[in-house]
């Protein structure tokens, strides 16, 4: 069997530093937590699990900060957690076993990252993750911000999942500053810097800052293709948002330039057409979502919104086909919807809006 530790870094996580480690500490052969500056109780509750805890300086770089916590391990193989993720009990014995399991030739493990879910429980956005690594590797994170680790070898997938449940309701600016004070500094931004600088702009409604960064990513022509793809999908987003119909057409469609269609564009395109009472090219654009292979875009590392491969192309059908007058087809597609969404209250309203509608006819 080998050896586990786990890695972490935090700061004034007391609300949820203890469920986390609650999740996983029958697990973990070693518990690391780097603290950066808590002025809260994470500390005190962290030494009730560990006497390896470690202050880090915080010098606004969080691969720094995660490369240190990864220096302290000692065991074979090293886990790393953000203090608001947790591991599900189904989760956990999954990998109980693979921690029995596990061939010490395998470098690293790559593991689902669940970040939202619908009011049923089912996930709605989801990632990949290289979240159990060999440490002889001495695999290093990099970037100030919206860090990596950098990893190769030997990767095999597992489908336990590490869970995102965060307490917290504000958006942090913390990372938009980050940036904004590099960018102040005259330092030079890697493709990389210029998606997620974007992505902080987007976030903070500064609109024309994150198009300006969006393109100067796309153009360097040297981002990974799955970032290259969230880039038009935002891109388009901040054009529907600035009511520029034709714009938002565009960026959705380049997206196609990255590989083939996602659900998430489809179901876009679908939206600016029923938008313009365009019924026939809403129709065709929510009905190529729903043919869209879910597991293939999930395979490819990259972000997954999964309603848009399930219950939201067909629940906008059965609001295109009620404008067209085929209720047949909508109540047909509202039923599709409530298979994926069973409590979803738009699907329970259409369900019993044609309920009343066919006791009249």
């Known amino acids: 069997m080998v050896s586990i530790s786990l890695c972490m870094i935090v700061k004034d996580e007391e609300d949820t530093i203890e469920r986390c480690l609650n999740s996983v500490k029958e697990l973990c052969d070693e518990i690391i937590i780097v603290d950066?500056?808590?002025?809260?109780?994470?500390?005190?509750?962290?030494?009730?699990?560990?006497?390896?805890?470690?202050?880090?300086k915080w010098v606004h770089h969080f691969a720094k900060a995660r490369n240190f916590a990864f220096s302290k391990a000692t065991k074979d193989y090293i886990l790393w957690l953000d203090a608001d993720d947790?591991?599900?009990?189904?989760?956990l014995q999954k990998l109980l076993l693979l921690k029995q399991t596990l061939d010490q030739s395998v470098d690293a493990v790559m593991m689902p990252y669940n970040l939202a879910f619908d009011s049923s429980g089912n996930v709605t956005f989801s990632s990949k993750?290289?979240?159990?690594?060999?440490?002889?590797?001495?695999?290093?994170?990099?970037?100030?911000?919206?860090?990596?680790?950098?990893?190769g070898g030997k990767i095999i997938r597992q489908d336990a999942a590490v869970t995102h449940r965060s307490t917290k309701t504000e958006k942090s600016d913390r990372n938009l500053k980050i940036y904004q004070q590099n960018l102040k500094d005259g330092k030079t931004f890697s493709p990389r810097d210029?998606?997620?600088?974007?992505?902080?702009?987007?976030?903070?409604?500064?609109?024309?800052?994150?198009?300006?960064?969006?393109?100067?990513?796309?153009?360097?022509?040297?981002?990974?293709?799955?970032?290259?793809?969230?880039?038009?999908?935002?891109?388009a987003e901040i054009f529907i948002r600035k009511n520029e119909q034709d714009k938002a057409i565009k960026a959705a469609l380049r997206s196609f330039e990255y590989d083939l269609p996602r659900a998430e564009h489809c179901c876009k395109l679908g939206y600016i057409y029923l938008t313009q009472q365009n019924i026939d090219k809403a129709?065709?654009?929510?009905?190529?979502?729903?043919?869209?292979?879910?597991?293939?875009?999930?395979?490819?590392?990259?972000?997954?919104?999964?309603?848009?491969?399930?219950?939201?192309?067909?629940?906008?059908l059965c609001v295109c086909y009620d404008r067209n007058g085929n209720i047949e087809k909508a109540f047909?597609?509202?039923?599709?919807?409530?298979?994926?969404?069973?409590?979803?209250?738009?699907?329970?309203?259409?369900k019993e809006y044609f309920e009343k509608r066919f006791s009249k006819s």
Do not use: M
């Open 86 to 91: 947790v591991i599900l009990k189904d989760d």
């Open 283 to 316: 129709i065709f654009w929510y009905n190529l979502a729903t043919k869209l292979d879910i597991q293939r875009a999930e395979n490819t590392g990259g972000f997954v919104q999964k309603a848009y491969y399930t219950w939201i192309p067909h629940i906008q």
């Open 194 to 235: 210029l998606y997620y600088y974007a992505n902080e702009c987007f976030d903070h409604s500064l609109y024309d800052e994150a198009i300006a960064h969006y393109e100067k990513f796309l153009k360097s022509g040297l981002g990974w293709s799955e970032d290259c793809i969230s880039a038009c999908d935002k891109l």
């Open 36 to 56: 950066t500056g808590s002025t809260d109780k994470t500390k005190e509750l962290a030494r009730r699990y560990t006497k390896r805890l470690f202050d880090f």
């Open 332 to 350: 047909e597609h509202n039923e599709k919807a409530r298979e994926y969404a069973p409590t979803n209250p738009s699907v329970l309203y259409n």
């Open 129 to 151: 993750r290289h979240r159990l690594v060999k440490r002889s590797r001495n695999f290093q994170w990099i970037g100030a911000v919206h860090e990596y680790l950098a990893v």
